[in-house]
């Protein structure tokens, strides 16, 4: 499922620490890591800690520095856990995508080396999913911890409010929301943390495919792509542990524009796989490709750039017509002669 299959991560499939487990394991957790030993440590920590001890952990390290060693935990972990290493660093979702290659379990969950589970973690998400059958993914709900924690936790829990309104979800039992068809429609305008931890059915993970791993926003993605797979719940309860203390590259403001032009091209690219026939969610996709386009022309004005912001305000336009969004031309004039009063100044 990974395009990048390297020798040197079948040769170390199970290395000194881990060894072959005695009977089948119920979930796969996948835990690709990257230069974060301390980081590691603690959410194997997590692992260890599970209620449920029918688990296995694939550390895929993604060309660490220094390569990651499991022997100082072999005595906790059992011979549940294997490092296969990357040869050369390949980035998370084809970390993920390698660890999912190897997954032996029926179920198969996903854990970053920055992050961490609360005890109860995998007995709840295997309890629902083996109750009810028809459920292919299951969501985890979220919870933070670190510096950040306060603010991301109002922006999580405004976005959770947004789409649980508009999924239209049926309730299965006590924290349990089913979902249908609107839920696409939901993520289609935000994609909380939570329908970015899933549980799966690994049947169900080889029919909606891999982590688009030239994505930025591969997480999103696949989320997206779960929700036209149909068949998913959320568990909403805190049980995934979300570090947020500036250690994530990908949500640094600096990295905005990257965010918007993934987020762009992943919808782009799931609009051309829609049936044609479907043309209220085809209609959904519109809107929200006009959208997005217009978030990166906010985004290119706010930067003074005014070129770039006119192109993507004129496709905003082009793709659906919205009366309001006219007068923002005259942010874009504004950033015209700001620019241009800038050059005069310095020349």
Not at 187 to 216: D, H, N, W
């Amino acid at each position: 499922m990974s395009g990048n299959r390297d020798v040197a991560a079948e040769k170390n499939r199970i290395p000194p620490g881990g060894y072959p487990m005695a009977t089948m394991p119920a979930v796969s957790v996948i835990l690709p890591t990257h230069n974060r030993p301390h980081f590691l440590s603690e959410a194997l920590a997590s692992l260890i800690a599970q209620k449920e001890s029918r688990w296995e952990a694939i550390i895929v390290d993604d060309a660490s520095d220094i390569p990651v060693d499991i022997r100082p935990n072999s005595d906790q972990l059992r011979g549940r856990a294997r490092v296969i290493r990357h040869t050369y660093p390949q980035g998370g979702a084809a970390a993920k995508n390698t660890g999912i290659t190897h997954a032996a379990a029926p179920l198969v969950a996903f854990l970053d080396d920055d992050d961490l589970y609360a005890t109860d973690y995998l007995s709840r998400a295997i309890d629902v999913l083996d109750r009810h059958r028809e459920v292919d993914v299951l969501y985890m709900g979220v919870s933070w911890f670190g510096a950040g924690r306060e603010s991301s936790e109002r922006a999580y829990e405004a976005a959770m409010r947004i789409v649980l309104a508009d999924a239209q979800g049926t309730l299965l039992e006590t924290d349990v929301i089913k979902f249908g068809r609107a839920l696409i429609v939901a993520l289609l305008k935000t994609v909380p943390m939570a329908f970015q931890r899933p549980v799966v059915r690994a049947r169900a993970l080889r029919e909606i495919g891999p982590y688009e791993a030239l994505c930025f926003s591969w997480d999103c993605d696949w989320a997206l792509r779960a929700a036209l797979h149909g068949n998913a719940a959320l568990l909403n309860v805190g049980l995934y542990r979300q570090r947020v203390d500036g250690q994530q590259y990908s949500s640094r403001p600096s990295r905005e524009r990257d965010r918007l032009l993934s987020v762009i091209e992943s919808k782009d690219r799931l609009f051309l796989g829609l049936p044609t026939n479907d043309h209220r969610l085809r209609g959904h996709f519109v809107q929200a490709r006009a959208y997005d386009r217009f978030c990166l022309a906010r985004y290119y004005a706010r930067n003074c750039q005014p070129r770039k912001a006119f192109n993507a305000w004129i496709e905003s336009l082009q793709l659906v017509f919205v009366p309001r969004r006219v007068k923002f031309l005259g942010r874009i004039v504004a950033c015209t002669v700001k620019r241009f009063a800038t050059r005069r100044s310095t020349a």
